[in-house]
């Protein structure tokens, strides 16, 4: 049993491109980005042009470095070891793009994150952002990150989806900021789901680890 949920990972071509957008409008007539809008908010004539816009600038633009913005210890997706999967898709773009890779190591449970690393130009590039998030502009989804329940088989439980009415009758722990918990809120299961708190090292550090 799993809640799916869709996610566009990276790729400020994704997420920089409404600046470079932006610039490319100042110059280039009778395009005018809203900055104050969403991009959700803009007409469709807007977005198209928006759109045009970041494609021309990035056309133009020669990159030598390219800046990233990573979780350092969010394994197997990233880490500041640079061997998660997500580290392997940022080399093959900055191969592909002729570019030296620099990170920004940010952890990415902090708040304010895309405006505090975006509005101090820290990064070209940020990993793992959610396909429907609508302060950025975003790649088409990468790939499905996928949540499931798992219990001890000593257990013997039969659980047909969260939607099961046994769910609230038990014990669920569920990370602090895991979807699942918004799932089971929204389904009145929230008196007995235990979360556990995450800290901003605790897949660097093993007694930082939730439980320990």
Known sequence: ??????????????????????QQAAAQEPLARQLDKTYEELSPAEKIATRAAAKAAYKDKRLKQLHVCADPGNMPL???????FQNKIVDILGKALGA???????????RGLTRETFSQRMCDVMLDIPADYDRLLTTD???????????????????SGLDDPKLKDLKIGVFQTSA???????RGIYKNVVKQTQSHDGDLVPEHQPGT
């Open 141 to 159: 989804p990468l790939y499905r990150s996928t949540y499931v329940l798992v219990w001890p088989t000593k257990e013997n439980l039969e659980i």
């Open 1 to 22: 049993m799993a809640l799916r949920r869709s996610h566009a990972f990276l790729f400020a071509s994704a997420l920089c491109v409404s600046a470079l957008a932006s």
């Open 180 to 186: 699942l918990r918004q799932a089971f809120n929204k």
């Open 100 to 110: 030296k890779i620099t990170y920004h190591w940010r952890p990415f449970i902090e």
């Open 78 to 84: 990233s880490s500041i070891n640079e061997d998660g």
